[in-house]
């Protein structure tokens, strides 16, 4: 590069920290200056969260080992997301979606043969995590480091305070050479044709740039107050709207999966931490209010005599009309956000700066690739929009109009009613999934946990051959059985790091 570069991001949290890690990674040996100012006086909405396996090769990328950064952010290991209560009238309790692993290609194809014959009535084992490596770990509480003769790559999440990955994330930049700022920004400058100039602070301070990256949250500084980038809502898919948070003591035994358990208008996460456990509910206000909610989940954490102080949060669900718009790129909050059901908030943050690190840098850091970058990923948002719409549709309580509104609900994507016409219809789902290029989304495999894990399936036929079960022609059971031997408890690896 021959002038000197410089990036600006306006808000810390992992969001800010995460661009800033990355970009220091990428380019800073090309002569790019990366600036990261936050205020002190903004906190994070952080409430304990989860990951999908991206964030695992976000540390690869950055050569951070767990022991550097798991014990300091009271993380733990994530192998499944359990959903319990969403399908009462399937006979199914509760199914788990697993994050999928090398071994498995030795398994999913007989889940998928199974869910197929048991759409054409034929009684066969259609229980998601019975067919995956990490659902027979999270079975017995195992963690997901495997000995050293197990010849397959694991893939997994983890449950981390992002206060503390935040925190963390900003020493590691700054050993990167990222310069931290803290100051309180006053007012945003704009060239005469309406690109960014520089942020002006409180203490009338100018921080110059070429180019902006806007993590300032909710209050969306630069891509929507500055810029007036307007803001597409999601809520005619999704109606939840709000959440209560409320921690937790930690637990005794720490699972290696997500809780997700169906409340009467929404449904409450429970993610252990080695420090404490976070719970919250997240829910509709078109159906039910702040107070009732509060009270929902106390009663069903049994705190309703606790002293405890709830959370109430508010979630603008959503995306913006361009991600990228002039010289500014939004992340996280300020870019959208999807309910952290399927915990896709860090996993969009991360793919949407590793998207704009390679279409940035092949346009020779220009607004080349800037149309591109956007239609991408839109459409990144839209398609994690449908799965997440689709937990919804599929439901089949009938406790309250919240649930019912969601089954009814119409307002559904052309390529969603796809996936759902190919599933009723029994054709190939992974042929549709491949059709429609979706597997950067969410990929086969995770729609039939999702299609499986509801039940949705006809009534079995009235005469059964009795035969035609992969999962049991195949010993699966005994497979992953066997496979699991090679791993220990989930406390011995937490105690190894």
Same mark, same amino acid.
């Given at each position: 590069m021959d002038n000197p570069f410089h990036i600006v991001i306006l808000g810390g949290g992992t969001a800010g920290w995460m661009a800033a890690n990355l970009f220091a990674h990428h380019w800073s040996s090309r002569g790019v200056r990366i600036t990261l100012v936050e205020s002190p006086e903004i906190g994070i909405v952080g409430v304990g969260e989860g990951s999908t396996p991206t964030l695992?090769?976000?540390?690869?990328?950055?050569?951070?080992?767990?022991?550097? %950064?798991?014990?300091?952010?009271?993380?733990? =290991?994530?192998? $499944?997301?359990?959903?319990?209560?969403?399908?009462?009238? +399937? !006979?199914?309790?509760? =199914?788990?979606?697993?994050?999928?692993?090398?071994?498995?290609?030795?398994?999913?194809?007989?889940? =998928?043969?199974?869910?197929?014959?048991?759409?054409?009535?034929?009684?066969?084992?259609?229980?998601?995590?019975?067919?995956?490596?990490?659902?027979?770990?999270?079975?017995?509480?195992?963690?997901?480091?495997?000995?050293?003769?197990?010849?397959?790559?694991?893939?997994? !999440?983890y449950h981390f305070d992002s206060?503390?990955? !935040?925190?963390?994330?900003?020493?590691?930049?700054?050993?990167?050479?990222?310069?931290?700022?803290?100051?309180?920004?006053?007012?945003?400058?704009?060239?005469?044709? !309406?690109?960014? +100039?520089h942020l002006v602070t409180e203490c009338e301070e100018q921080i110059k740039g070429d180019f902006f990256i806007d993590c300032t949250g909710l209050a969306s500084v630069l891509i929507d107050k500055t810029l007036g980038v307007p803001f597409q809502s999601f809520k005619d898919n999704l109606f939840n709207d709000s959440a209560v948070v409320l921690p937790t003591s930690v637990q005794q035994k720490l699972p290696v999966e997500t809780l997700a358990t169906a409340l009467s208008n929404g449904w409450v996460w429970n993610i252990p931490l080695t420090q404490r456990t976070g719970n919250g509910y997240v829910y509709s206000s078109d159906f039910i209010n702040a107070d009732q909610a509060e009270t929902e989940i106390r009663r069903h954490l049994g705190m309703l005599d606790s002293d405890v102080q709830c959370r109430h949060l508010k979630m603008r669900v959503g995306q913006v009309k361009e991600h990228w718009n002039r010289n500014v790129l939004a992340l996280g909050l300020s870019q959208g956000f999807i309910e952290p059901l399927e915990a896709t908030a860090l996993h969009l943050v991360q793919v949407s700066i590793e998207m704009f690190i390679t279409d940035f840098q092949d346009g020779s850091f220009s607004d080349k690739n800037r149309s591109r970058f956007n239609q991408r990923l839109s459409e990144r948002f839209e398609r994690v929009r449908d799965y997440i719409v689709a937990h919804y549709k599929l439901n089949t309580r009938d406790d309250s109009?919240? %649930?019912?509104?969601?089954?009814?609900?119409? $307002?559904?994507?052309?390529?969603?009613?796809?996936?759902?016409?190919?599933?009723?219809?029994?054709?190939?789902?992974?042929?549709?999934?491949?059709?429609?290029?979706?597997?950067?989304?969410?990929?086969?495999?995770? %729609?039939?946990?999702?299609?499986?894990? =509801?039940?949705?399936?006809?009534?079995?036929?009235?005469?059964?051959?009795?035969?035609?079960?992969?999962?049991?022609?195949?010993?699966?059971?005994?497979?992953?059985?066997?496979?699991?031997?090679?791993?220990?408890?989930?406390?011995?690896?937490?105690?190894?790091?």
């Amino acid at each position: 590069m021959d002038n000197p570069f410089h990036i600006v991001i306006l808000g810390g949290g992992t969001a800010g920290w995460m661009a800033a890690n990355l970009f220091a990674h990428h380019w800073s040996s090309r002569g790019v200056r990366i600036t990261l100012v936050e205020s002190p006086e903004i906190g994070i909405v952080g409430v304990g969260e989860g990951s999908t396996p991206t964030l695992k090769r976000f540390f690869e990328m950055l050569n951070i080992s767990e022991s550097q %950064w798991m014990p300091r952010t009271n993380a733990t =290991y994530k192998l $499944n997301i359990k959903f319990s209560g969403w399908s009462p009238a +399937s !006979g199914i309790e509760n =199914y788990s979606h697993p994050f999928v692993s090398q071994t498995d290609t030795f398994t999913e194809r007989a889940f =998928y043969v199974n869910c197929r014959t048991r759409r054409l009535g034929l009684d066969t084992h259609t229980k998601p995590e019975d067919f995956f490596i990490n659902g027979a770990l999270a079975r017995q509480g195992k963690g997901p480091i495997a000995s050293e003769n197990f010849p397959f790559k694991m893939e997994y !999440g983890y449950h981390f305070d992002s206060h503390l990955l !935040g925190k963390f994330l900003s020493e590691h930049g700054a050993s990167l050479g990222v310069e931290h700022k803290q100051a309180k920004v006053a007012s945003v400058v704009k060239h005469s044709n !309406g690109d960014i +100039s520089h942020l002006v602070t409180e203490c009338e301070e100018q921080i110059k740039g070429d180019f902006f990256i806007d993590c300032t949250g909710l209050a969306s500084v630069l891509i929507d107050k500055t810029l007036g980038v307007p803001f597409q809502s999601f809520k005619d898919n999704l109606f939840n709207d709000s959440a209560v948070v409320l921690p937790t003591s930690v637990q005794q035994k720490l699972p290696v999966e997500t809780l997700a358990t169906a409340l009467s208008n929404g449904w409450v996460w429970n993610i252990p931490l080695t420090q404490r456990t976070g719970n919250g509910y997240v829910y509709s206000s078109d159906f039910i209010n702040a107070d009732q909610a509060e009270t929902e989940i106390r009663r069903h954490l049994g705190m309703l005599d606790s002293d405890v102080q709830c959370r109430h949060l508010k979630m603008r669900v959503g995306q913006v009309k361009e991600h990228w718009n002039r010289n500014v790129l939004a992340l996280g909050l300020s870019q959208g956000f999807i309910e952290p059901l399927e915990a896709t908030a860090l996993h969009l943050v991360q793919v949407s700066i590793e998207m704009f690190i390679t279409d940035f840098q092949d346009g020779s850091f220009s607004d080349k690739n800037r149309s591109r970058f956007n239609q991408r990923l839109s459409e990144r948002f839209e398609r994690v929009r449908d799965y997440i719409v689709a937990h919804y549709k599929l439901n089949t309580r009938d406790d309250s109009e919240y %649930w019912l509104a969601n089954r009814n609900n119409e $307002n559904l994507s052309q390529s969603l009613l796809q996936i759902l016409h190919v599933w009723y219809s029994r054709e190939d789902l992974a042929v549709e999934i491949d059709r429609q290029n979706l597997n950067s989304h969410f990929d086969t495999a995770s %729609w039939h946990c999702l299609f499986a894990g =509801y039940g949705a399936f006809p009534k079995l036929a009235p005469n059964q051959p009795n035969k035609g079960d992969l999962f049991k022609d195949q010993q699966i059971d005994s497979f992953l059985r066997k496979c699991a031997l090679n791993f220990r408890s989930h406390q011995h690896h937490l105690d190894s790091l």
